[in-house]
C-alpha cells in the first residue's frame, strides 16, 4: 500500500489529478498484462485509474543516478506524461547506481565486484596480464605473459618491455651508458656513442693501434691501446739513455729503435760509450759502470797533488811523457826544470842553479813547452828568447835562436819520426825546424801550440794580428819533399770572436782538436778545410790552455782556468763528457798544461807548485 499511495501521489502531482482519498469511493478494476484497463485507464501497481496523463498513456520512470539505464530496485519514481528525462529510467535492477559500468548484463571486469549484477564477482572475462619482474625496476620481462585478474606474486606487474630481468639498471626508461649493453631496451647498445669525434671502434693516436672504447665511468669514449715505451736521448748511442732525463719520443711494440735513442735511462754518462751499466770497471778515476763508484775494488789512486820538495813553489808551464809512463819532464818559468826517472824515485831539478841545467850558468829563463823523444827518452825544452834545450837526465845541449821580435819566444815543440825531426813555434807566428839545421817558416799571426799528425802534418794554431780584437786562427803546413807555406782553416762558427786558441792535438785523420780563450773549442778533419765550432759546457767561461787526447781514443781532455781555479774537462766526439776529480778539490790555482799516456796516466801542471798525478796513492 506504501508504494501504492507514493506513486499515486507522484501521479496526482504531476497530472492534477484527483487525490487517493478522492478516488477511495471507487473499487478499482484488476489489471495486467492480460487484463488491460479501459479507455481513459492507466494500470498503476495492477489496479485500474483514470489516467491523469488524459489520452496520453503515462510512463513510469526511476532514478537512475549513474545513467547506465538501470535504476535500483529500491529507487524513488516517477510518472511521466511525456518523454522520460535523463536521469530516470523505466527499467530497474541495477546492483550498484553508483558506477555506470554495474548494470544487469555489463560486462565482468578484474575489478573485485559484480559489474553485471548477477550476485557474483568476476566470474566474466579476464582483461589483466601479468608480467615477471624479478629485478624489481617497474618493467616486467618480454614475452608472454600471465592472464588474470590479479597479480600471480608480489614480482608481476602489468608493465612490460625489460630486455634483461635480472638487472635493475636495464629497463625502457634507463638512460644508456657506454657499456656494451642495451641498457635502453630499444634494440641497440651504445647507440649515443657510435658517431662524431671520439666514437666507438674509431682509431686515435694516444696509444699504439689504439682505438676508441668506453671509459670507466661509462659516460663516453678513451682511447685504449698498447701504452707505448718512452724514448730517452742516446747521445752515445751505447743503449743507455741519460739517467734523469726525460722522454723525447715514444716507440710502439715492433717498431724499430731509433739511432741515438734508448729505451731507459740507465747511462750516468750519455757522452761517453765506454761508460753505462754494462761497462767494466778500469782505473780511469771514472764510474765506468754507473753503480755510483769510482774505481772500485782497484785501488789505483786518485787525481792528486804530487808532494815533492823540488816542485814546490815552481810556476810549472808544461809536462811531457815517455809513451811508456816515465820519464816525466816539468818545465817551467825561472828556469825550473826537473824529471822525474820511475814510479818509484823522486823528482830531480835540472834548473838553472844546477850543474845539469840547460842554458847558461844561473839562468832564470823561462821554458814554456817540452817534448820527450820516444826513441830515446830525451826530453826537448824551448822557451825564452830563441832558447832550445835537449836534456839526457844527466846533461843538456842547448842553442839559441835569433829570433826576429823583440818579444817572441818558442811557445810549443813537437817531433816525428827516427831520428826525430823537431818542430817548434813561436808567439810572433814563425815555425822552426830543427834537424841539421835551424829552417823557418814565416807566417802571419802568433802560434800558441803545436801538434803533428803522421810524419807530413802539422797543425799550428794561434790568432792572427798581435793585439786586440784577435781572430782564432788554425794553420795546416803540409810537405811533399819541403814544407810549404801553412793552409788557414776555415773555422766555422767564430765569427765576432775575439782570442785566440791556446793548444791543438790530431787525434787521427777524422779528428783534429783545438781549444782557446773564453771557452772557444773547434774540431775539424784532415779530410777538410771546414772546422765546426763545439759549444762549451753550461757555466762560467774557461780559458782553455792545453788538450790532450790518449793514444788509441777520440776523447780529448781540456785543461782550463776558471778564474784562479784549475778545471779538467773532457770532451768526446758525443759532447761534454764527466772528467775525473781532483783530490780533494779542483787547486785553487792556475793549470798550465796535460799530458797523458792513456786514461789510467795522466800529469797536470801550473802555477804555486802545483803538480798532478792520477793515479796516485
Not at 779538467?568 to 792556475?590: D, E, I, Q, V, Y
Amino acid at each position: 500500500m506504501m508504494r501504492w499511495s507514493m506513486v499515486l501521489l507522484l501521479l496526482f502531482t504531476a497530472c492534477s489529478v484527483p487525490s487517493l482519498e478522492e478516488l477511495q469511493g471507487e473499487r478499482p478494476l484488476a489489471c495486467d498484462a492480460q487484463h488491460p484497463c479501459g479507455a481513459g485507464q492507466v494500470c498503476v501497481f495492477g489496479a485500474c485509474q483514470e489516467s491523469p496523463c488524459g489520452s496520453t498513456t503515462p510512463t513510469v520512470a526511476y532514478a537512475d543516478a549513474d545513467g547506465d539505464g538501470f535504476a535500483a530496485v529500491d529507487a524513488p519514481s516517477r510518472v511521466f506524461c511525456g518523454a522520460v528525462p535523463a536521469g530516470y529510467s523505466t527499467t530497474l535492477g541495477d546492483c550498484d547506481d553508483a558506477r555506470a559500468e554495474a548494470y544487469p548484463g555489463a560486462p565482468e571486469l578484474c575489478n573485485g565486484l559484480d559489474d553485471n549484477c548477477d550476485g557474483q564477482i568476476e566470474t566474466g572475462v579476464v582483461n589483466k596480464v601479468w608480467y615477471l619482474d624479478k629485478d624489481r625496476d617497474g618493467f616486467g620481462l618480454n614475452g608472454p605473459g600471465t592472464e588474470a585478474c590479479d597479480p600471480p606474486s608480489e614480482l608481476h606487474v602489468e608493465v612490460t618491455g625489460d630486455c634483461n630481468d635480472a638487472r635493475a639498471d636495464i629497463h625502457p626508461n634507463a638512460v644508456e651508458a657506454c657499456n656494451g649493453v642495451d641498457d635502453n631496451c630499444d634494440g641497440r647498445a651504445d647507440e649515443l656513442f657510435t658517431e662524431g669525434p671520439g666514437a666507438l671502434g674509431t682509431a686515435c693516436t694516444e696509444f699504439c693501434n689504439g682505438t676508441y672504447a668506453c671509459n670507466d665511468a661509462q659516460t663516453g669514449t678513451v682511447c685504449v691501446g698498447t701504452p707505448p715505451t718512452p724514448l730517452y736521448a742516446d747521445a752515445d748511442n751505447d743503449g743507455e739513455g741519460e739517467k734523469d732525463s726525460a722522454p723525447v719520443g715514444e716507440l710502439c711494440p715492433g717498431a724499430p729503435l731509433p739511432s741515438m735513442m734508448a729505451a731507459n735511462t740507465l747511462d750516468c754518462d750519455d757522452a761517453d760509450p765506454g761508460t753505462n751499466t754494462q761497462a767494466t770497471e778500469v782505473c780511469d778515476g771514472l764510474d765506468n759502470d754507473c753503480d755510483g763508484q769510482v774505481d772500485e775494488e782497484m785501488s789505483c789512486g786518485s787525481l792528486k797533488r804530487v808532494v815533492d820538495p823540488v816542485l814546490a813553489g815552481g810556476n810549472w808551464r808544461t809536462v811531457a811523457v815517455h809513451p811508456s809512463g816515465y820519464p816525466v819532464w816539468v818545465a817551467g818559468l825561472g828556469g825550473r826544470l826537473a824529471v822525474k826517472m820511475d814510479a818509484t824515485s823522486a823528482f830531480v831539478s835540472h834548473s838553472g842553479d844546477t850543474t845539469t841545467r840547460c842554458g847558461p850558468a844561473g839562468n832564470t829563463l823561462d821554458w814554456h813547452a817540452a817534448w820527450v823523444n820516444p826513441n830515446n827518452s830525451y826530453v826537448i825544452v824551448v822557451g825564452e828568447d830563441g832558447w832550445m834545450g835537449e836534456h839526457n837526465g844527466g846533461s843538456c845541449f842547448t842553442t839559441e835562436v835569433s829570433l826576429p821580435g823583440t818579444s817572441d819566444y818558442f811557445s810549443s815543440v813537437v817531433g816525428i819520426g827516427s831520428p826525430a825531426q823537431v818542430f817548434v813555434v813561436t808567439s810572433l807566428g814563425h815555425l822552426y825546424e830543427w834537424t841539421a839545421q835551424t829552417t823557418r817558416h814565416d807566417s802571419p799571426g802568433r802560434y800558441w801550440g803545436l801538434h803533428a799528425f803522421g810524419q807530413d802534418a802539422l797543425y799550428a794554431v794561434g790568432s792572427t794580428g798581435e793585439s786586440s780584437p784577435l781572430t782564432p786562427m788554425v794553420g795546416l803546413y803540409t810537405r811533399s819533399i819541403i814544407w810549404g807555406t801553412p793552409s788557414v782553416q776555415n773555422l766555422q762558427g767564430t765569427a765576432g770572436y775575439n782570442g785566440g786558441l791556446r793548444a791543438v792535438w790530431a787525434a787521427d785523420a777524422t779528428l783534429i782538436y783545438a781549444v782557446g780563450d773564453g771557452g772557444l773549442v773547434v774540431k775539424g778533419s784532415g779530410q777538410s778545410r771546414d772546422w765546426e765550432r763545439v759549444l762549451p759546457p753550461s757555466g762560467p767561461a774557461v780559458n782553455y790552455v792545453s788538450v790532450a787526447v790518449p793514444p788509441g781514443t777520440e776523447t780529448a781532455y781540456v785543461m782550463g782556468n776558471d778564474g784562479n781555479r784549475g778545471r779538467l774537462h773532457r770532451l768526446t766526439p758525443h759532447g761534454w763528457a764527466k772528467a775525473p776529480a781532483f783530490t780533494p778539490s779542483a787547486p785553487n790555482a792556475p793549470l798550465r798544461d796535460i799530458a797523458m799516456t792513456s786514461s789510467s796516466n795522466f800529469w797536470i801542471v801550473g802555477d804555486d807548485g802545483n803538480v798532478y798525478h792520477f793515479p796516485e796513492p
